[in-house]
């Protein structure tokens, strides 16, 4: 029985469906503004580079332990979202953002959704996934997460955990339909998460970057909900593991 269970952790269980990218973190110095305009001139210093978007779900669901498959746009690397930070004090300059219009549709009738418990759609909107693609794989698969910029509707009734931050969730409010209000998981940064309008909350921390936390809060939820089939104590566990990656600079896995 033993030998069952560790065999069927290191079963790759999850798959990940998105468009991934390249995070780029350029840190910077700067000692004055430009003569010529009211800006900052920086002096880049250091560079960190890291895997973003769906990609970023996938490498935290493994550091949390669990194998992760992923089917995502295959030029990831020349969608780049470099950010210009001050060193001293981790304030972004500002951010550029490179070939996110050039990530081509997912095949998604190709996928073998059945090989994985549970199936993870990280939508970040920019052309992979449409709302029949994902409509289409929450029918062919029981146990559906998805994490979406898209504006909800019935289309997503399907899938079994909806989750989304408080401004998206702000924003489709007005026209969200009755079937999917109980699916709904709302991220509410320093307060914590809602599900079925109760308020998990967090600890108070020192935040020093919030880039990357839906994804890892989406992973720590996947993760303990493979392992538990328990909504709350998921919750809970993904909770604790944004408000650990918070307080790291850049974007970070657990």
Not at 142 to 160: H, R, S, Y
Request: proline letters at 4%.
């Amino acid at each position: 029985m033993v030998d069952e269970i560790i065999q069927a952790r290191w079963q790759t269980r999850i798959l990940v469906i998105g468009e991934s990218c390249k995070d780029v973190f350029c840190y910077t110095g700067c000692a004055r503004l430009a003569p010529e305009a009211p800006v900052p001139v920086v002096v880049p210093q250091e560079t960190v580079t890291n895997y973003g978007m769906a990609m970023n779900v996938q490498r935290n669901i493994i550091a949390l332990g669990q194998k992760c498959a992923i089917v995502t746009n295959p030029n990831w690397e020349e969608v780049t979202k470099t950010r210009y930070i001050y060193k001293n004090t981790n304030q972004m300059f500002i951010r550029v953002d490179k070939n996110d219009d050039k990530v081509g549709p997912c095949s998604v009738g190709d996928i073998k959704l059945n090989d994985y418990e549970i199936v993870v759609i990280s939508d970040y909107c920019k052309g992979f996934l449409t709302i029949d693609d994902i409509n289409f794989i929450a029918k062919q698969h029981p146990c559906v997460f998805l994490d979406t910029k898209k504006k909800l509707g019935d289309w997503c009734a399907p899938v079994e955990f909806i989750k989304i931050n408080n401004y998206e969730y702000e924003r489709t409010i007005d026209s969200l339909p009755e079937s999917v209000k109980d699916k709904l998981i709302v991220t509410l940064g320093s307060k914590g998460c809602q599900y079925r309008n109760k308020v998990y909350g967090v600890k108070s921390v020192d935040i020093k970057d919030v880039s990357g936390a839906g994804d890892t809060f989406l992973s720590g939820l996947v993760v303990k909900y493979l392992d538990t089939k328990d909504i709350e104590q998921s919750l809970i566990y993904a909770n604790e593991c944004a408000t650990a990656v918070v307080q790291k600079k850049g974007v970070s896995t657990v």
